[in-house]
Every structure is written in structure tokens, then in C-alpha cells.
């Protein structure tokens, strides 16, 4: 070997750039190039790389700077809050466009994982070899969808830039922390829960979803419930993978619909659609859905035709979703908080700021990185697989 050039270099660290030195070391003979790049598939070698261990690490900096760099990409509001973020909080000095990059890197590589367990998870399921314990344990399992809008700049074939980002999450009784307040109001706060986000169609969606509901529990709890605005893709996909579930249309969003349809039905007449809604809402939550049909059934249809939105087919469609009365003695949720909420965590926090649109691949990385961080899983699922990774010279603690 023979020492070639030497560099001035700089990489970035959890403390900061670091400036060194570095030889690169070159086979003299073209017998001896062959053979390295034959055997180790490189063509020179640089040991101060080695000794800080960021050979092969794109970036050029350490693994743990690099975790560093992604955590406050999704954390951040913006890629140049998250260059400012970092100065400030950890002394890395990194330019937007670089946070960026390393986020993406991180997060594809996160979200192939996943993929492979989702796909592993489902092939399961499809080829019956899933099998669930006899005796189940007391308690709920919750599992929650919903679809939300996001900005892109890709069109699809009417032109639009929106796609959907379906999220998941799913949590179970164990892990919900109730109280009274001063007002002798029950409350709750949920203390675990877990994310998945999917840009994309409900066929790739489901496998994830499916994981995620596997490794909290499901098939282990006496009860699974499933709360939804009543979709049709969240229907299907809840006969085909949680077959034994209860699932319930989300009370509130149903208020939505019935207080749209009366507004329409009586001319925006505030005074005639508000008790009106009122009225049959407190209904439907005692479970009197059948006179409620019966009511509707006997509106004028010259009124019926005002109305966009087809309230009686909607009941209709989730009338075995909709007995409110008795989820509520079973003390079962009624109401999607939890994805409502979680939309804005994951996703409008981050992704949906002012003037914002994104490469769908890039989404997805953001996303996924978003999803474990707020999920708690970001040691877990994030940087105890991407030192295995690259091979990090840090010893992982167990």
C-alpha cells in the first residue's frame, strides 16, 4: 500500500464538527487493485474512517449524529427549524437541505422494516398459521382509523396533488388512566398508544394496521372494539381482519351528520334545525335508531331532497354499529378521540404547515419517524435498528 493523498476533513458529532486529519491508502500495483476490489469491493482504504467509524456512512458523519439530525426533523415544524433546533440544543452545525436528507435516509430505512413486518404479520393471517390464545385476558383492545389530506406535488389522473395518509393507532384498557375532576366529570388520559401511518391505499394500509394491532395485542384481549366514521374501505377491512370486533360508528361524527342533514331539511333556520338535531341525536345515543328511521322515513320528500347528506341510508349502513346505550354500559369509548387527535400529532403538526407540499417518498419517511416518536418507540424502533445497521461500533445497552 502507499499513502496517496491527505485530506483535511470535518465530520459531525453529537458535540459538534470535529476537523481531522485523514491519509487514504492506495495499492501500488494494478494486480493489487484488482485483488481489493475483488475481496473487499473498494479501492482504497482510509484508516482514520475506520477508527471513527463512519466508513460506508453516507453524510459523513457519525451514526449517532445522524440519529440526532432526524429526530429533530420530525420533532421541528420545518427543516430549518429543526438546522436551527440542532445548533442551539446539541451544537450540530447542519444546513436544512442536509436535515433532510438524513431524514429521509433514516426514516426509508425505519419504514422497509416495518414493511417486512407488516408483510409477515398478513401472510400469516392470509395462510392461517396466526394463532391467538384460548383464554383470553379482561380488558379492552381499541383500535382506531381514519384518513386525512395531504399537499404533494404529484398529480394524480384528475389532476389533484391531494393524497391520503391513513392513520392507525391502537391501545388497550390497561394502559388508560381515569380520574374525576373538580366538577365530578369523569376524565381520562390514554398513558400508551401506537401509530401507523401509510400514504397511500387501504391494500398496503391494512398489512401495517395489522401489525401494529398484532404486536399490542390483539387476539389476547376478551373484547376488541373499533372506532371509525363509518367508511366503507374501514368496514371492509375490519370484517377481513378483525372479524370478531365490535366496531362503532364514532357518536360524534354521526352528530355531524345529523346536525348538516337538519340544517339543510329546514333552510338553515337555526331555530327549527338546532333543537331538531339536538333532539334526535340525544335519540340515537339511547339507542332509539328505530324510531329515528321511522322518522326520517316520513319527511316530506320535496325537504328530503335538499339534503346532501343521505341520513337515513347513513344510519342505515351502520345500524349494527350504532347501539350506544349498550357500549356505553359495557364503559366502551364512543367517540374517535384518540385518531382525531393523533391526525394532528402525526401529521397537520408537521406536515401540513402553511404552504407546505411534499414528494410522497418523502412524506412517508417523515411520517414513519413521526409515528414511532409519538408512539414511544423511538429508541426502540428507530435507533436500536439503524446502529445494527451500520454496524456501529457502539456497544447497544440492553
Known amino acids: 500500500m502507499r499513502t496517496n493523498k491527505r485530506y483535511t ?9 470535529v476537523e481531522f486529519t485523514r491519509y487514504v491508502l492506495r495499492p501500488k500495483t494494478k494486480v493489487d487493485q484488482a485483488a481489493l476490489m475483488a ?4 479501492t482504497s482504504i482510509v484508516p482514520m474512517d475506520y477508527y471513527l467509524g463512519i466508513l460506508g456512512l453516507p453524510f459523513k458523519m457519525t451514526v449517532d449524529a445522524m440519529l440526532e439530525v432526524a429526530f429533530w426533523a420530525q420533532n421541528q415544524s420545518s427543516y430549518q427549524a429543526a438546522e436551527e433546533a440542532l445548533l442551539k440544543a446539541v451544537g450540530i452545525r447542519v444546513n436544512d437541505d442536509t436535515v433532510r436528507l438524513v431524514a429521509n435516509c433514516i426514516g426509508s430505512r425505519v419504514f422497509e422494516k416495518d414493511c417486512e413486518s407488516a408483510e409477515m404479520a398478513y401472510k400469516k393471517l392470509i395462510s392461517g398459521k396466526l394463532s391467538f390464545p384460548e383464554s383470553k385476558k379482561p380488558g379492552v383492545l381499541y383500535i382506531e382509523t381514519d384518513g386525512a389530506a395531504l399537499n404533494t406535488r404529484e398529480k394524480d389522473n384528475d389532476g389533484s396533488t391531494w393524497r391520503e395518509n391513513k392513520l392507525g393507532v391502537v391501545f388497550s384498557s390497561d394502559n388508560i388512566h381515569f380520574w374525576t375532576d373538580q366538577k365530578g366529570a369523569r376524565q381520562h388520559r390514554i398513558e400508551k398508544r401506537e401509530y401507523v401511518s401509510y400514504v397511500g391505499g387501504v391494500d398496503e394500509f391494512k398489512k401495517h394496521f395489522f401489525a401494529c394491532a398484532i404486536r399490542n395485542g390483539y387476539g389476547s384481549y376478551g373484547e376488541t372494539v373499533i372506532l371509525s366514521d363509518g367508511a366503507t374501505w374501514i368496514r371492509n377491512m375490519k370484517e377481513e381482519l378483525f372479524p370478531d370486533a365490535q366496531q362503532i ?6 352528530c355531524e351528520n345529523v346536525n348538516e342533514f337538519a340544517k339543510q331539511i329546514f333552510n338553515m333556520v ?8 339536538d333532539r334526535i341525536c340525544e335519540r340515537l345515543k339511547k339507542s332509539h335508531f328505530k324510531s329515528v328511521l321511522d322518522e326520517l ?3 316530506d320528500q320535496k325537504r328530503m331532497d335538499r339534503a346532501s347528506v343521505n341520513l337515513p341510508g347513513y344510519i342505515r349502513n351502520n345500524i349494527n354499529n350504532i347501539d350506544y346505550a349498550a357500549y356505553i354500559k359495557k364503559g366502551y369509548f364512543i367517540g ?5 387527535s393523533g391526525n394532528k400529532i402525526v401529521l397537520q403538526k408537521r406536515l401540513k404547515q402553511a404552504g407546505m407540499r411534499w414528494n410522497t417518498k418523502t412524506a412517508q419517511c417523515l411520517l414513519t419517524l413521526r409515528a414511532k416518536q409519538e408512539s414511544g418507540l423511538w429508541y426502540q424502533d428507530v435507533v436500536i435498528p439503524i446502529l445494527r445497521y451500520y454496524n456501529s461500533c457502539r456497544q447497544i445497552p440492553k
Do not use: F
Open 9 to 17: 476533513r470535518s465530520i459531525l458529532t453529537v458535540n459538534g464538527k
Open 270 to 277: 337555526e331555530s327549527e334545525y338546532r333543537p331538531w338535531a
Open 336 to 340: 374517535s378521540g384518540a385518531i382525531e
Open 39 to 42: 475481496n473487499e469491493g473498494i
Open 297 to 299: 322515513d316520513n319527511i
Open 249 to 254: 360508528l364514532d357518536y360524534y361524527h354521526l
